[in-house]
Structures are given as C-alpha cells and as structure tokens.
C-alpha cells in the first residue's frame, strides 16, 4: 500500500490560490456559496478551512477540480 502524505497547509494553499485568481470578489464568493464575506476571508487569511459541502460549492464555483485543491491525483 502506497503511502498517503496530504497536508492541510498545502491544501489551504490551493484553495488560497484558486480564490484569488477568481474574477470574483469575497463578497460575490461568499454569496455564491451561502457564507458570510468574513469567512471567505478566513479561507484568505486564516488557518480556517470550509466544510465540506462548502468546500464544493467553492469548487463549483470556482471552476476549480476538488481533486486539485485536495492534492489527489489518479493514475
């Protein structure tokens, strides 16, 4: 079995990255996805990561791969 190093730092990183390469401001984000601007701004500037289901609206979105915010590649 193959080993599984993911790590959360580089996930929010991902997803730090995703969010502000958006044509899209924190408040058209939070709108889109049913948050508060400040807690996209979490996302942005905090060790905060979204739910799940939050976490796939954003990928929604965004027009962003899940399996590319998550790191998880197939082969």
């Given at each position: 079995m193959e080993n599984i190093d993911i790590e959360m730092?580089?996930?929010q990183k991902r997803l730090r990255e995703a969010?502000?390469?958006?044509?899209?401001s924190?408040?058209?984000i939070a709108q889109?996805?049913?948050?508060?601007?400040?807690?996209v701004s979490k996302y942005m500037?905090?060790?905060v990561f979204p739910?799940?289901?939050?976490?796939?609206k954003l990928c929604i979105f965004l027009d962003v791969s899940?399996?590319?915010?998550l790191?998880?590649?197939?082969?």
């Amino acid at each position: 079995m193959e080993n599984i190093d993911i790590e959360m730092k580089d996930i929010q990183k991902r997803l730090r990255e995703a969010i502000q390469l958006s044509p899209y401001s924190q408040r058209d984000i939070a709108q889109a996805i049913g948050v508060c601007e400040q807690t996209v701004s979490k996302y942005m500037n905090k060790d905060v990561f979204p739910a799940l289901d939050t976490l796939a609206k954003l990928c929604i979105f965004l027009d962003v791969s899940a399996d590319y915010i998550l790191g998880v590649t197939k082969n």
